[in-house]
């Protein structure tokens, strides 16, 4: 049996209460009439060139030229900085990520020093990207209090390009509307709370995902004013925005949960020719009389077992084995977000965990894209693989060293540079613990580690640092007894 309307108007009555009458159930016509477009060719690309299909040179470019611009603004100075130097500084984010340390300090420390990161960039230039870092120009800012100010103004044309990409890739079947919490500690009005989240507080984004996790739409929420409040309310008017990128009338499934449902919602997107999954509260079903709780839980075959605890076999309705099925698809995707978030903290750029999430959207959507244009029988690389080739990839397309004053270096004088050998300081109770240091000789010279302007071809065999020893300064005796 149904419920069905008592009426034979287009749209439903915006009366409280509607008239309802019992009949029979009719399947309706719910086949999928697209098909999922997949691009054989695309699995030739590289991790970083699916990547670059959302977080595209356009994106650089334009972060590129607003650091810039941020920088005059600041300290009323030119702030020379290349699309090759941003890609290398994203790369770095991309592997704190990945490799996890106290502060981001530490991975140019002698005691902890990575690499990896070390030698991509300086500590230096690397603060230095981070201090101009911006995304859009502060002057076209409209005031508090003005009908044109956007709270988000200064990362809105970041979210723009980069959802305008995600828009480009082909939906699937079934997709969900849920949110998302990006996690913040700012005092600002933009943090918003939800019990139900692994991260209660920060930033919220209501995201239209696929069954896979691929993010295909999202927007911000900034308390009022976020969207257009319609008689559907701002939950359903939120995911009417995010539903401007499915086709019409080709059978695609919207599933949501019963904050954003309504009886009028669902015959809003019915309209359009979008299929609906979704729980509702009682309060919006409109004088529509349900079987209570008590009864349903009360149906099937009971059966006791010998704790005392009774269970009751009841058959599972089609239709909530495939909302459970299908709208996990945001979960997954905050699942993948929170293997390897960047978690760098930023005193005075609120905004700066909001580009931290893009960004790391980018490369789970591309993961995701990648997986999903793989040639049959070809092995594909997990989310750690893929992430980790990513960042190798922008490190290594940068080749930088930090700009210095004078005639610029050539190819042939880049390639015979050495690199510095690194060696770390020993803790004090190994320096200053009298057993093992002997002096040994080195081959080449190497600066003393106590009067700093020396070079000397002695070192200590344990500590593994260069030290003078002189007929008139002993260091070696001074760094191990003082």
Same mark, same amino acid.
């Given at each position: 049996?149904?419920?069905?309307?008592?009426?034979?108007?287009?749209?439903?009555?915006?009366?409280?209460?509607?008239?309802?009458?019992?009949?029979?159930?009719?399947?309706?016509?719910?086949?999928?009439?697209?098909?999922?477009?997949?691009?054989?060719?695309?699995?030739?690309?590289?991790? !970083?060139? =699916?990547?670059?299909?959302?977080?595209?040179?356009?994106?650089?470019?334009?972060?590129?030229?607003?650091?810039?611009?941020?920088?005059?603004?600041?300290?009323?100075?030119?702030?020379?900085?290349?699309?090759?130097?941003?890609?290398?500084?994203?790369?770095?984010?991309?592997?704190?990520?990945?490799?996890?340390?106290?502060?981001?300090?530490?991975?140019? #420390?002698?005691?902890?020093?990575?690499?990896?990161?070390?030698?991509?960039?300086?500590?230096?230039?690397?603060?230095?990207?981070?201090?101009?870092?911006?995304?859009?120009?502060? !002057?076209?800012?409209?005031?508090?209090?003005?009908?044109?100010?956007?709270?988000?103004?200064?990362?809105?044309?970041?979210?723009?390009?980069?959802?305008?990409?995600?828009?480009?890739?082909?939906?699937?079947?079934?997709?969900?509307?849920?949110?998302?919490?990006?996690?913040?500690?700012?005092?600002?009005?933009?943090?918003?709370?939800?019990?139900?989240?692994?991260?209660?507080?920060?930033?919220?984004?209501?995201?239209?995902?696929?069954?896979?996790?691929?993010?295909?739409? =999202?927007?911000?929420?900034?308390?009022?004013?976020?969207?257009?409040?319609?008689?559907?309310?701002?939950?359903?008017?939120?995911?009417?925005?995010?539903?401007?990128?499915?086709?019409?009338?080709?059978?695609?499934?919207?599933?949501?949960?019963?904050?954003?449902?309504?009886?009028?919602?669902?015959?809003?997107?019915?309209?359009?020719?979008?299929?609906?999954?979704?729980?509702?509260?009682?309060?919006?079903?409109?004088?529509?009389?349900?079987?209570?709780?008590?009864?349903?839980?009360?149906?099937?075959?009971?059966?006791?077992?010998?704790?005392?605890?009774?269970?009751?076999?009841?058959?599972?309705?089609?239709?909530?084995?495939?909302?459970?099925?299908?709208?996990?698809?945001?979960? !997954?995707?905050?699942?993948?977000?929170?293997?390897?978030?960047?978690?760098?903290?930023?005193?005075?750029?609120?905004?700066?965990?909001?580009?931290?999430?893009?960004?790391?959207?980018?490369?789970?959507?591309?993961?995701?894209?990648?997986?999903?244009?793989?040639?049959?029988?070809?092995?594909?690389?997990?989310?750690?693989?893929?992430?980790?080739?990513?960042?190798?990839?922008?490190?290594?397309?940068?080749?930088?060293?930090?700009?210095?004053?004078?005639?610029?270096?050539?190819?042939?004088?880049?390639?015979?540079?050495?690199?510095?050998?690194?060696?770390?300081?020993?803790?004090? #109770?190994?320096?200053?613990?009298?057993?093992?240091?002997?002096?040994?000789?080195?081959?080449?010279?190497?600066?003393?580690?106590?009067?700093?302007?020396?070079?000397?071809?002695?070192?200590?065999?344990?500590?593994?640092?260069?030290?003078?020893?002189?007929?008139?300064?002993?260091?070696?005796?001074?760094?191990?007894?003082?």
């Amino acid at each position: 049996m149904a419920l069905i309307l008592g009426t034979a108007a287009s749209k439903p009555s915006k009366r409280r209460d509607l008239a309802w009458r019992k009949v029979d159930f009719v399947q309706p016509d719910a086949a999928w009439k697209d098909h999922l477009v997949v691009d054989q060719e695309m699995s030739g690309k590289t991790p !970083l060139e =699916f990547v670059r299909l959302f977080f595209d040179q356009g994106v650089v470019n334009h972060i590129r030229d607003q650091t810039k611009i941020y920088a005059l603004q600041k300290d009323a100075k030119e702030f020379g900085v290349s699309s090759a130097e941003m890609e290398c500084f994203f790369g770095i984010l991309a592997f704190t990520g990945i490799v996890k340390m106290p502060s981001y300090r530490s991975y140019w #420390s002698n005691e902890t020093r990575y690499p990896v990161i070390a030698d991509a960039m300086s500590r230096d230039r690397f603060e230095q990207i981070k201090k101009y870092l911006h995304f859009n120009d502060n !002057l076209t800012q409209k005031p508090r209090g003005d009908p044109g100010h956007d709270k988000i103004h200064k990362v809105r044309p970041l979210i723009e390009m980069i959802r305008d990409n995600f828009m480009k890739i082909p939906p699937e079947d079934h997709q969900a509307v849920d949110e998302q919490i990006v996690p913040t500690k700012q005092r600002i009005s933009l943090k918003q709370y939800n019990p139900k989240k692994p991260h209660k507080w920060g930033y919220k984004f209501t995201s239209r995902a696929g069954e896979s996790g691929f993010v295909y739409d =999202f927007e911000m929420y900034t308390g009022k004013g976020s969207v257009d409040v319609s008689d559907l309310g701002v939950g359903a008017d939120f995911v009417l925005r995010l539903a401007r990128g499915i086709p019409k009338h080709k059978n695609y499934k919207l599933l949501f949960d019963n904050w954003f449902s309504s009886l009028d919602f669902a015959q809003t997107l019915s309209d359009q020719g979008i299929l609906t999954l979704a729980t509702v509260r009682a309060n919006r079903l409109k004088g529509c009389a349900l079987e209570s709780d008590s009864r349903l839980k009360a149906r099937g075959n009971a059966v006791e077992c010998h704790c005392g605890e009774v269970y009751a076999d009841v058959k599972r309705p089609y239709c909530v084995k495939e909302y459970n099925r299908f709208m996990g698809g945001v979960d !997954l995707v905050d699942m993948l977000l929170e293997l390897y978030r960047i978690d760098f903290k930023s005193r005075s750029k609120w905004y700066m965990r909001i580009f931290f999430f893009l960004f790391n959207l980018s490369v789970v959507n591309g993961w995701l894209l990648y997986r999903r244009c793989l040639a049959a029988g070809q092995k594909p690389m997990n989310l750690l693989q893929f992430k980790t080739d990513v960042a190798r990839a922008l490190l290594s397309g940068s080749s930088l060293a930090t700009p210095k004053r004078g005639r610029p270096l050539s190819d042939a004088d880049t390639n015979s540079q050495k690199k510095r050998n690194y060696t770390c300081r020993p803790p004090d #109770s190994t320096r200053l613990d009298g057993q093992g240091h002997f002096p040994a000789w080195i081959e080449s010279k190497q600066r003393c580690r106590v009067c700093v302007q020396a070079h000397f071809k002695v070192k200590c065999v344990k500590c593994e640092v260069s030290l003078c020893f002189t007929p008139n300064r002993n260091c070696f005796l001074t760094y191990h007894t003082m």
